[in-house]
């Protein structure tokens, strides 16, 4: 699960979380989102590991186990009392050199903040038509929030996007690109190259308790 661990890094500082927890076979980021407290990222697939996390996940904890067998973990979530969505995503990777960077007509602005780069794309009228951001974590660069406007949807501008972002990576030293793809992504980073090397299982307890201190449960104390 090294990928895994590379990917959560650059994702953390993406969303600008403070460092996470980690135990024997989780990681937890603290998120304080309504109904997304904490998220538990299990670092192994097998079903001990699976059924002891999934009895942690109450309430606004979420857990996301990554694997091989997708439909095999949602189904034994399912059975542990976890409510699986019905979006199963996809972790993927490229080596940036590889990576296609297309032009575009459009204005392209590039700014840095510490390790983070951010892409924006503006129409003719300023408006921002397509963005994204990466995060910069010694060899890897971890893609996040790649959006178009719907008003710009179409015209190649996420393949754009995801070009300088790659590119803006290389010139900083990383050599490999890692990011969390939704369905409607996959098939764009699909055609940029990158590859699918495991599925990622989320899933939520609802207004399941859980008992007695999640941090010390989860540490095996």
């Known amino acids: 699960m090294d990928l895994v661990r ?9 969303r600008g979380l403070g460092p996470l927890i980690e135990y ?11 109904g997304r407290e904490r998220e538990l990222f299990a670092l192994a697939d097998d079903p001990a590991t699976v059924d002891r996390l ?6 606004d ?6 694997t091989q067998h997708g439909d095999v ?8 009392g976890v409510r699986p969505f019905d979006e199963q995503k996809t972790l993927m990777s490229i080596e940036l050199p590889e990576h296609p ?12 903040e510490g390790p983070l780069e951010y892409v924006r794309l503006h129409a003719t009228d300023g408006t921002v038509a397509a ?3 990466v995060a910069i974590v010694g060899d890897d660069a ?21 070009g300088a972002l790659s590119q803006r990576a290389l010139e900083r030293g990383a050599r490999t690109g890692l990011l969390m793809a939704t369905t409607d992504g996959f098939h764009l980073y699909r055609k940029l190259g990158w590859l699918p090397e495991a599925t990622m299982v989320t899933g939520s307890g609802d207004a399941r308790a859980v008992g007695g201190d999640l941090g010390a449960v989860l540490a095996g104390r």
């Open 6 to 14: 590379r990917w959560l890094e650059g994702w953390r500082l993406c």
């Open 131 to 133: 963005r994204g951001m």
């Open 101 to 112: 960077h297309p032009a575009t007509e459009y204005e392209l602005d590039i700014s840095a």
């Open 142 to 162: 971890v893609m996040h929030d790649i959006v178009t406007d719907p008003a710009h949807r179409r015209r190649g501008l996420g393949s754009v996007v995801m």
């Open 54 to 59: 999934a009895a942690q996940v109450a309430g």
């Open 73 to 80: 973990i949602a189904q034994r979530l399912t059975a542990a």
């Open 24 to 34: 024997d076979d989780a990681v937890a980021a603290v998120l304080r989102l309504p």
């Open 61 to 66: 904890i979420w857990l996301t186990v990554t």
